[in-house]
T-cell receptor, first 115, second 115 residues
Framework: AQSVAQPEDQVNVAEGNPLTVKCTYSVSGNPYLFWYVQYPNRGLQFLLK??????LVKGSYGFEAEFNKSQTSFHLKKPSALVSDSALYFCAVRALGGSQGNLIFGKGTKLSVKP | GAGVSQSPRYKVAKRGQDVALRCDPI?????LFWYQQALGQGPEFLTYFQNEAQLDKSGLPSDRFFAERPEGSVSTLKIQRTQQEDSAVYLC?????????????FGDGTRLSIL
């Protein structure tokens, strides 16, 4: 069965420091991986995706993620965190079988960036 | 509008009442998804439409949940005889692709509270 794990409930970072939000996945076959961000009382906003190709994917708002097949990981990174990056971050993998379109989400990681 | 629109934003109902939640996807998007997000959790898949066809309803928790998209655009999620465990945020997402390689664009959700 496909699954996504986000091992950290919360990540605390000082503004200007690099940030990493971890994600590991379990899926048979080639994964389609996504990162989304959710602000309070809002829906999820797409940040970036990995489908195929270059393992380093660049996305919105200066975020990037590195696909590592051997470690089955897709960690989200940003070189210099902003206070406005504080939000809830979700990693997701496309489900295989069935509709082959719906996403399986991790439980989320709360990112807190302090001034 | 440019994004996915959901209404109402908030819905309070008494246990046993029926509710209907509306989703207006991005114009031209083929795929439409419904997810349920419990407090402190990631979204969980409910059902998927490609145009007007409901291709996957494996995530619907019971036969009290029903979704339709009769003309391939607007969708309605109906919950009959609501129960307290139905309290959650219901998210709708649409995508231009039916094969899962394009991001899903989410609405802001409907927060359902069952008293």
């Amino acid at each position: 069965a496909q699954s996504v794990a986000q091992p950290e409930d919360q990540v605390n970072v000082a503004e200007g420091n690099p940030l990493t939000v971890k994600c590991t996945y379990s899926v048979s076959g080639n994964p389609y991986l996504f990162w989304y961000v959710q602000y309070p009382n809002r829906g999820l906003q797409f940040l970036l995706k990995y489908i195929t190709g270059d393992n380093l994917v660049k996305g919105s708002y200066g975020f990037e993620a590195e696909f590592n097949k051997s470690q089955t990981s897709f960690h989200l990174k940003k070189p210099s965190a902003l206070v406005s990056d504080s939000a809830l971050y979700f990693c997701a993998v496309r489900a295989l079988g069935g509709s082959q379109g719906n996403l399986i989400f991790g439980k989320g990681t709360k990112l807190s960036v302090k001034p | 509008g440019a994004g996915v629109s959901q209404s109402p934003r908030y819905k309070v109902a008494k246990r046993g009442q029926d509710v209907a939640l509306r989703c207006d996807p991005i114009s031209g998007h083929v795929s439409l998804f419904w997810y349920q997000q419990a407090l402190g959790q990631g979204p969980e898949f409910l059902t998927y439409f490609q145009n007007e066809a409901q291709l996957d309803k494996s995530g619907l928790p019971s036969d009290r949940f029903f979704a339709e998209r009769p003309e391939g655009s607007v969708s309605t999620l109906k919950i009959q005889r609501t129960q307290q465990e139905d309290s959650a945020v219901y998210l709708c997402a649409s995508s231009s692709s039916g094969i899962g390689n394009q991001p899903q664009h989410f609405g802001d959700g409907t927060r359902l509270s069952i008293l």
